[in-house]
């Protein structure tokens, strides 16, 4: 088995090593009245620097996809790339066999070809959709906006912030470095040990004044094991920013996706004041603040109400632990548009659960008893760079089971924890019980634990893994099964 069949394995969650995928064909037009979506290749520019990419792009070219509350998701993907891929539609809640994941149960889109996908699109929100595979981190990922009557008749703005990470290395580079060359696919403990000296182009591990407590004994967490080349707002950097034009005055409705593979962050809005009124597209409860921690694979939507100066507001994405940030500058007419650096002159902060605890859902759960409980432990070992998920009992539930997981890191680093084909509440932190926020993906630190509870309403073997992509690859997934 080569370096790239063994991540494609640990990727997907298959048992073999090589996996199918769709003939080839010549394309044939989009079925009438469905909506045709292009995974491309693109090239940007990056500091200077020509960048090979993918892209997620509508005939006309436009980036991503947005619908209606209550429409059918009926879309043709047709794959333009010389590579098989597979797109997830992270958000959404369709039937298990259009849910983007290779073997569960379709194969890798091929090469030039297409295939056509339809579902209910559900309640509205900010979504997304990105590659289910490594290519994710060359940009394979896309905004999936859905709005009801509302958001489409009310007096804002909306303004779409896209978060990556970029290397100008391949994801193999990046995971070989983080693995330390290590021979792939060998067994290896499940037990976390410290990094020590970091490899060429990954970030320092146990950073100054990155700790924690667990009891009364001091530990030191791992943070951002991964140096990039570039942190990019909707494909730019700080250095060459993305200028929206606004009304002085007038209202704003920020939606960030944090599509970086291995990157959180916190946004801050400055001296505006700002309303969070959504979290992984579901509405809760408003918390007013000036900056918002955002792990991967994470959503926030955050209402501002824009002062009559006229002059730029920057809203930006701070990298936890490291001074490097990006985003984006709102600027009325006539506005001064000033060079910010995309160094700070301070660390940004480390995304911990403080707000997480104060969040509440607007439409919570129906109160109701737990009819499966599960503890799931998250665990790694850092040298050899391999990660886990440690269930008990075994995932496994039945149609209309509530369901409880609760998720415990035992590791140093932390893992957001994404699960496909439905949305949960957070409802429990530390074993304290609270109504919290609907979700999709929850960010779990080092030493914490979490509890979720979801419905079990949508059948089929879904994928429930850490949304840290090298996490990901190297054993960090699990499924929960129906039975059948």
């Known amino acids: 088995m080569n370096r790239r069949e063994f991540i494609n394995a640990a990727l997907y969650g298959a048992a073999a090593a090589v996996l199918p995928v769709e003939n080839r064909h010549a394309f044939a037009a989009a079925p009438e009245g469905s909506k045709l979506l292009r995974i491309v290749q693109r090239t940007i520019d990056v500091k200077g620097r020509a960048a090979k990419v993918f892209g997620l792009v509508q005939q006309n070219g436009s980036t991503g996809l947005t619908f209606a509350a209550g429409d059918i998701f009926n879309v043709a993907l047709r794959n333009e790339t010389p590579e098989g891929t597979i797109i997830h539609w992270h958000g959404l809640t369709p039937p298990w066999d259009q849910d983007g994941v290779a073997d569960a149960p379709t194969p890798l889109l091929a090469s030039k070809a297409d295939r056509q996908f339809q579902f209910p699109v559900g309640r509205a929100g900010t979504h997304w959709m990105h590659a289910h595979t490594l290519q994710e981190q060359n940009l394979l990922a896309a905004p999936l906006i859905v709005r009801d009557a509302d958001a489409r008749s009310r007096d804002e703005q909306e303004v779409v912030i896209l978060l990556h990470d970029f290397s100008f290395s391949t994801p193999e580079e990046l995971l070989g470095r983080l693995k330390g060359g290590a021979s792939?696919?060998?067994?290896?403990?499940?037990?976390?040990?410290?990094?020590?000296?970091?490899?060429?182009?990954?970030?320092?591990?146990?950073?100054?004044?990155?700790?924690?407590?667990?009891?009364?004994?001091?530990?030191?967490?791992?943070?951002?094991?991964?140096?990039y080349d570039a942190y990019l707002a909707n494909d730019r950097t700080l250095e060459d920013p993305e200028v929206v034009k606004v009304e002085a005055g007038g209202r704003v409705r920020l939606r960030i996706i944090n599509g970086a593979t291995a990157t959180a962050?916190?946004?801050?809005?400055?001296?505006?004041?700002?309303?969070?009124?959504?979290?992984?597209?579901?509405?809760?409860?408003?918390?007013?603040?000036?900056?918002?921690?955002i792990a991967m694979g994470q959503r926030l939507d955050i209402r501002l109400e824009l002062p009559r100066n006229?002059?730029?507001?920057?809203?930006?994405?701070?990298?936890?632990?490291?001074?490097?940030?990006?985003?984006?500058?709102?600027?009325?007419?006539?506005?001064?548009?000033?060079?910010?650096?995309?160094?700070?002159?301070?660390?940004?902060?480390v995304v911990?659960?403080?707000?997480?605890?104060?969040?509440?859902?607007?439409?919570?759960?129906?109160?109701?008893?737990?009819?499966?409980?599960?503890?799931?432990?998250?665990?790694?070992?850092?040298?050899?760079?391999?990660?886990?998920?440690?269930t008990t009992p075994k995932l496994v539930?039945?149609?209309g089971d509530r369901v409880e997981v609760t998720m415990t890191n035992a590791s140093m680093m932390a893992h957001p924890m994404h699960l496909h084909g439905h949305h949960f509440q957070v409802v429990a932190i530390d074993g304290k019980r609270f109504a919290g926020a609907v979700r999709d993906t929850v960010h779990i630190p080092p030493m914490r634990?979490?509890?979720?509870?979801?419905?079990?309403?949508?059948?089929?073997?879904?994928?429930?893994?850490?949304?840290?992509?090298?996490?990901?690859?190297?054993g960090m997934m699990a499924t929960v099964s129906y039975e059948t």
């Open 397 to 399: 539930v039945r149609k």
């Open 449 to 474: 634990s979490v509890t979720i509870a979801f419905d079990a309403g949508n059948p089929g073997q879904w994928a429930f893994h850490c949304h840290h992509l090298y996490h990901m690859a190297t």
């Open 184 to 227: 792939p696919g060998g067994p290896a403990a499940m037990n976390h040990s410290g990094m020590g000296h970091a490899m060429p182009g990954m970030s320092g591990m146990s950073m100054p004044g990155m700790t924690m407590s667990k009891g009364a004994t001091p530990v030191s967490m791992d943070l951002n094991d991964i140096d």
């Open 265 to 293: 962050f916190t946004i801050d809005i400055g001296r505006i004041e700002g309303s969070l009124i959504a979290v992984d597209g579901q509405d809760i409860a408003p918390v007013k603040g000036r900056r918002f921690p």
């Open 352 to 390: 911990d659960l403080k707000l997480e605890q104060n969040l509440r859902a607007s439409v919570p759960l129906a109160a109701r008893a737990a009819s499966k409980r599960f503890d799931m432990t998250l665990s790694g070992d850092m040298q050899r760079y391999v990660w886990g998920l440690e």
């Open 310 to 349: 006229v002059e730029a507001f920057p809203v930006l994405a701070l990298r936890e632990g490291a001074r490097e940030q990006t985003g984006i500058l709102l600027a009325p007419a006539n506005a001064t548009v000033r060079k910010i650096a995309s160094n700070a002159e301070a660390a940004g902060p």
